[in-house]
């Protein structure tokens, strides 16, 4: 190993645990909650997709349920998906919490766990009704506006 080494001594570093590779090529930087939730209204669409594709679409004859709080009765009900939802569900991000940055060369990213609320018309085992519910991801994003969509890591 030695001649392996031999001449990049002072440039070779041995890393042994994934925690200090991350820390070398993508420095940790300081960010708020409140910066990345400036940011999340630009998402919402990317959000919503990403939720049909988890959640299932009933028109394309694929659908998962998922619980809602149905606004007239105030219960618990399973919704098989929700109407017109690109059209008329609404998104919002209500809480950010662990939030992470990095820099990776000239670009800053974050990842931070957001609760996002869906409001819309939910389509519920034998009727349509006012529902919410909500989801908790944790994403990986650009610190800027404009920049690539958020990936949902979870």
């Known amino acids: 190993m030695d001649a392996d080494v031999e001449g990049i001594e002072e440039r070779f570093v041995h890393l042994t645990r994934l925690a ?17 939730e400036k940011l999340l209204p630009a998402y919402t ?4 997709d ?12 694929m659908s998962a349920n998922y619980p809602v709080l149905h606004q007239l009765t105030g219960e618990v009900r399973q919704a098989r998906g929700w109407m017109a939802w690109k059209e008329s569900l609404q ?3 209500v809480k950010v919490t662990e939030v992470q940055g990095y ?11 957001v609760q996002w609320q869906f409001i ?13 519910c909500t989801w908790t991801t944790r994403i990986v994003m650009p610190l800027v506006e404009g920049g690539p969509s ?5």
């Open 103 to 113: 820099r990776l060369g000239d670009r800053e990213w974050c990842t931070a766990t």
């Open 45 to 48: 669409d990317n959000i919503r």
């Open 50 to 61: 990403a939720a049909m594709t988890r959640w299932g679409n009933p028109i394309r004859g």
């Open 20 to 36: 200090d590779l991350l820390e070398l090529i993508a420095p940790p930087i300081e960010v708020t909650a409140e910066q990345v």
């Open 91 to 93: 998104v919002k991000a």
């Open 120 to 132: 819309g018309v939910a389509i519920l085992a034998r009727t349509l009704g006012s529902a919410c």
């Open 150 to 154: 958020p990936r949902v890591l979870g």
